[in-house]
Structure formats: structure tokens, C-alpha cells
């Protein structure tokens, strides 16, 4: 019962990232977006290592060139593109669109990380990117206009995760996960101050983070977006299964939606839906050959 009810927050929680990304973008840009994110959700980890006593893991001899890297990949460039892609498109479309990433984490993993793909899980790969043509209503021109400064970068935050989570599970299996946490957020928060100063993005409206719905948004964004749900994830992760915790996967695109309409009064479409639903369908397919794939080694080992 734990387990489903970590679900449901951390879909509730993540789903509500997008809307906060929103609301923070205009204010803050793109990076002080990931710098605030970041800053925020490190410091609601560390808390927590205090809590436990855990402190002294951050001594131990660690892989740090990987851990940047991921860092980089994981943190700073994805969440940087999600806010810059929601200053062109609505954060429901960003949602939905972030469904991908399990696509773009089986490619990868095809192409860089030595992962033998079936047919089947290239027939879920094809659906699922069939799926991101309905998203942007079958009209790839679309790509061309102004859109593509709103689609294209989210789609590549959704590769760059795909990349950190291939690198993260060869290269840091060893490395605690809080402490790969606290290291990721903190190296999103120093690149995305230094990229917020380089560009001059949000330095000149600091004063408007003290109104009552930004603060709330960061709060929302950092300590529960970045910090809380980084622990629930993790949580669901050690109780019961990595196959469990991805299933947050589907649902996120749901609450995004439902707390898009609700409070930024964003459409929801019918081309949204159905390719929502064919994402859906070309994750469940290549996932579940992928289980198979697992299921027939272990028999013949």
C-alpha cells in the first residue's frame, strides 16, 4: 500500500513540476530555473542526510568525473531545455512529450551502451515516435516554424535523460543514491548559476521571487519536484522494484494534463490524447520485450 500511495505523490508531484516550470520561466529564465530547481532540491537532500547520519558518505573516494557527467546530463541540460521549450509551448505538451524518454533510453541504449534490441521492441520504438507526430498534430512543418524552438528542446531533455540513465546504470551502480542525488542537484545548481549570469537571464527580477505564487512554485519545483521526489523515487526503487518505479512514467503525462487544464486553463486536444496513448503503447511494447528478452537469459543461464 506504501508503494502505491509513493506512486500517486510522486506522479502528482512530477505532473506539477511542468506547471511550476511555467509560472518560474518568465521570472527567472530558463537557468535560473535549473539553479533554483537545483539549489533548493540539493539542500532538501542534504537535510536528509543530516537527518540520517549519512554526511560522512560524501568523504568516501567517489567517482567524480562520472557523477558530473551525470550531473550534466541528468540535471542541468534537461531541465534547462524543459524551461526553455515552455516558454514556446504549453507545459501539458511538455508533459506529454517528456513520455519519450523510455523511447529515447532503448535507443540509446541500442546504439551507445551495446543493448541488443529486438523487432518487437523496434515496432514499440516506431509507435511511440508515431506518437510524437500526433503530438504536434501530424503537421511536421511544424518543426520548421517558430515551434520546433519548443518541441525540438524538449525532445532532446528527454535523449539527454535516456543518456544519463544508460551512463548512471553501468558506470554508478556502486554510488549510494542519495548521495548520487545531492551530487547530480548540486552540479545542475553551480552550472546553471553560471549559466544564468553568462546570459543575463533573470538577474534583473530577483525581487519578483519574493511574490507569494513564485515562492510557492519554487518550493513546489525544488524541495518536492527535485528533493522529495528524488527520495520517493529512490524509496520505490529499494521496496520494491525498478520496473515498479518506472511505471511513474505513464502516469506523470496524465497529472501534467489534469493540472495544466485545471490551473493554467490549457487545452487539452484530441491529437494530445491519441498520441499520448501510442507513446504509452510503444513504451509497453519495447519495455515488455525487453522483460522477455531478461526472462529467457536467466532460463538459459
Not at 530547481?37 to 537535510?47: N, P, T
Not at 527520495?231 to 521496496?239: A, V
Amino acid at each position: 500500500m506504501r508503494l502505491f500511495a509513493a506512486l500517486i505523490s510522486l506522479s502528482l508531484i512530477w505532473g506539477m513540476s511542468f506547471m511550476f516550470i511555467k509560472l518560474i520561466v518568465p521570472v527567472v529564465g530558463p537557468w535560473g530555473v535549473v539553479f533554483y530547481r537545483c539549489l533548493l532540491g540539493a539542500s532538501a537532500i542534504f537535510v536528509y542526510l543530516l537527518i540520517r547520519g549519512r554526511v560522512l558518505e560524501l568523504k568516501k573516494k567517489l567517482p567524480w568525473g562520472s557523477l558530473i557527467l551525470v550531473g550534466i546530463m541528468n540535471a542541468l541540460i534537461p531541465w534547462g531545455m524543459i524551461a526553455l521549450s515552455e516558454e514556446r509551448i504549453s507545459s501539458s505538451l511538455a508533459a506529454t512529450l517528456n513520455a519519450t524518454t523510455p523511447l529515447f533510453t532503448t535507443v540509446l541504449g541500442a546504439l551507445f551502451f551495446g543493448r541488443i534490441l529486438k523487432g518487437k521492441q523496434w515496432s514499440g520504438i516506431i509507435v511511440g515516435f508515431i506518437g510524437i507526430l500526433f503530438l504536434i498534430d501530424l503537421d511536421l512543418t511544424a518543426l520548421f516554424k517558430e515551434d520546433w524552438r519548443g518541441i525540438v528542446p524538449m525532445l532532446f531533455a528527454t535523449a539527454c535523460y535516456g543518456f544519463a540513465s544508460q551512463y548512471a546504470k553501468k558506470k554508478l551502480t556502486a554510488v549510494p543514491v542519495d548521495v548520487l542525488a545531492l551530487i547530480t542537484l548540486s552540479v545542475g545548481a553551480l552550472g546553471g548559476l553560471t549559466l544564468m549570469y553568462l546570459t543575463g537571464e533573470g538577474t534583473e527580477q530577483f525581487t519578483l521571487l519574493l511574490q507569494r505564487d513564485i515562492l510557492i512554485s519554487l518550493f513546489g519545483l525544488g524541495v518536492l519536484g527535485s528533493g522529495i521526489a528524488y527520495l520517493l523515487f529512490y524509496y520505490m526503487i529499494q521496496k520494491g522494484s525498478a520496473e515498479f518505479a518506472t511505471l511513474v512514467t505513464y502516469l506523470v503525462p496524465v497529472t501534467a494534463l489534469i493540472w495544466g487544464s485545471t490551473y493554467l486553463n490549457e487545452a487539452i486536444t484530441i491529437p494530445m490524447i491519441v498520441g499520448l496513448l501510442c507513446v504509452f503503447a510503444g513504451v509497453y511494447m519495447s519495455s515488455r520485450s525487453a522483460k522477455i528478452a531478461r526472462n529467457s537469459y536467466k532460463k538459459s543461464a
